[in-house]
Every structure is written in C-alpha cells, then in structure tokens.
C-alpha cells in the first residue's frame, strides 16, 4: 500500500510543468524535424572548411577555430537522436 502511494504521489510531481519544462518542450519539438543527416553534412562541411583554412597561407587561426565547430555540431546531432529515440520509446509505452 505504502509503495503505490510513492507512486502515486511521484507521478502527480512528474506530471507538473516548469517553465523550463516547457520551454524544453517546446525547443525539442522543433529540434526532432531536423533529420540527423543535416547535422553530418554540417560537422562534415566544418572539417573541410576548416583543412582548406588551415592549408591557406594567411588563415590558420581562423581554421581552427571553423575547425572546433565539428564537435559542437555533431554533440547537437547526438542530442537530436536521443530526442527522438525518447519520443519513439515514450509513444510505444503509451500504447
């Protein structure tokens, strides 16, 4: 009895929504239309900007630092996947 309280009361603090819940939400409906390929063509695009930069004689600094946006982009992908993984698992439990 005393665990389907716990439960009970935990899913009545889960179903309550923050602002920044929301605000997540919201940011993470629009990040699931992107497809996953945009984001490697981006980081892919990034790392040959950043050789042709970095193999220039006057713009090294700059291809390093075109050159640093690989990761950044391909963590933005990552996180894009797992969104959309969560929401497939979630609209298969729901069913």
Not at 7 to 13: P, T, V
Not at 31 to 47: D, E, H, Q, W
Not at 65 to 85: D, M, Q, S
Request: proline share 3%.
């Amino acid at each position: 009895m005393e665990m389907e309280k716990a439960i009970s009361n935990q899913k009545n603090k889960m179903s309550i929504k923050y602002p920044t819940e929301l605000a997540n939400e919201v940011i993470e409906n629009q990040t699931k239309k992107i497809p996953n390929l945009v984001f490697m063509a981006l980081a892919g695009a990034s790392i040959l900007g950043s050789a042709l930069l970095t193999f220039s004689k006057e713009k090294k600094e700059l291809g390093n630092f075109v050159g640093l946006w690989a990761p950044t982009i391909l963590l933005l992908g990552l996180y894009n996947k797992i969104v959309k993984v969560e929401d497939e698992l979630l609209t298969v439990v729901k069913k």
